[in-house]
């Protein structure tokens, strides 16, 4: 087992040890957060007809119709109603909305531009051939991939399928995460804090950025600092793909969480990881599941979810869209404490003339939780960096949408 490593290092060894979950077929009602696990093709055009985009009047135009245009009214067409009738020159069909094309026609006039005498409406301005049409097919063509394999699914994807008439999609399934969150001196909410306790609060963020990420969740609200105990919870999520403790991960005499990992049979693959916040960090393997043993401290555990359980899970899904690469900052914000290992700042992303400024949430510790709310970029100091400047230039990685 290698014991302090970078994290690009691993992260390599993580992913290449993970391969997608199994496949199936869904109701599309049920699709929501799930990922494609197959292109999905039209089978139909869309819009399957030659519509109209408002409410008007449907007529044959040319380009020198007189100014104004007088036009016989023979028929009306609401949405929903297709018109055997035949337009000719001279003549005009009342249309709605999202109504059909009648024969014959070759353009709509709005509404506005008009005015009703009977049967009989004048045109104002008279339009040219095709305006105000929307083609059959102009949207998607018959035969179009609409999404393709690794695609993770959301609403407006699910209501494009429904457009075209899809009702079932072939997806992965969701992953299976067990979360444990160890600790003596942990209590869950609802009850009287005893004395030298604390609250846990890891159980609840790590939960729902886990069901951010499309995955079901299996919680073991809290492990004692025993290994029995430990193995017992391991034992009860044993049949999840995937396994997230926090707590018990440092060096301290309570630290159990690596003994208990190789007790219950991982092959462990590292211990730390050269960053902070979140350096004790240990990862296992047994046969396809893996572990994660993340720091108890609530601030340290989201950070390294995000640079290192994230990216597991996204390829455990199925996902194939490239997670976004690092992308230059402006400090808007100095941070005063030089430091020998490679630092991820939380920090809020402000937008100025083209340029995404850093601005850093006030405290910093690996144990406040508070930092993390508002923060949208991870802002990776290289190690042995000095303090960080006020318009300093440096990298950074979004955080993933959970916090929008």
Known sequence: ???????????????????????????????????????????????????????????????????????????????????????????????????????????????EDTELMGDKVTISRPVLPGSNIVHKGEEIQEGDILLKRGFYLTPPAIGLFAAVGINQ?????????????????????????????????????????????????????????????TLDALEKVAEADVIISTGGASVGDYD????????????????????????????????????????GNPAAAMVTFELLVRPALRKLAGRSTPEEAEFQVKMAGCFGRPGKQRRFLRAQAVFNDGVIWADLAPAQGSGILRSMIGSHLL??????????????????????????
């Open 379 to 404: 802002v990776d100091v290289p190690a042995n960096h000095g303090p960080v400047e006020v318009g300093e230039l440096l990298m950074a990685r979004w955080i993933a949408d959970w916090e929008s």
């Open 169 to 229: 999609v072939k997806v992965y399934r969701r992953p299976r995460v067990g979360l444990l969150s160890t600790g003596s001196e942990l209590m869950d909410v609802g009850q009287p804090l005893y004395p030298g306790k604390i609250y846990n609060s890891n159980s609840y963020t790590l939960r729902g950025m886990l069901q951010e990420a499309g995955c079901e969740v299996l919680v073991i609200p809290i492990v004692y600092d025993q290994i029995e105990d």
């Open 1 to 111: 087992m290698k014991i302090m490593i970078e994290l690009e290092e691993a992260l390599e060894l993580v992913l290449a040890r993970i391969q997608p979950v199994e496949t199936e077929y869904i109701s599309l009602a049920d699709a929501n957060r799930h990922v494609l696990a197959q292109d999905v093709i039209s089978q139909i055009a869309m819009p399957p007809f030659a519509r109209s985009p408002l409410d008007g009047y449907a007529y044959l135009a040319t380009e020198v119709d007189p100014r104004p245009l007088q036009l016989n009214v023979v028929s009306e067409i609401p949405a929903g109603t297709f018109s055997e009738r035949v337009i000719t020159r001279g003549e005009a069909a009342k249309i709605f909305t999202g109504a059909p094309i009648p024969l014959g026609a070759n353009c709509v006039v709005r509404m």
């Open 256 to 295: 159990i969480m690596r003994y208990a990992l190789a007790q219950f049979g991982c092959d462990m693959l590292f211990w730390k990881l050269n960053l902070k916040p979140g350096t004790p960090v240990s990862v296992g393997q047994k046969g396809k599941q893996l572990f994660f043993s993340l720091s």
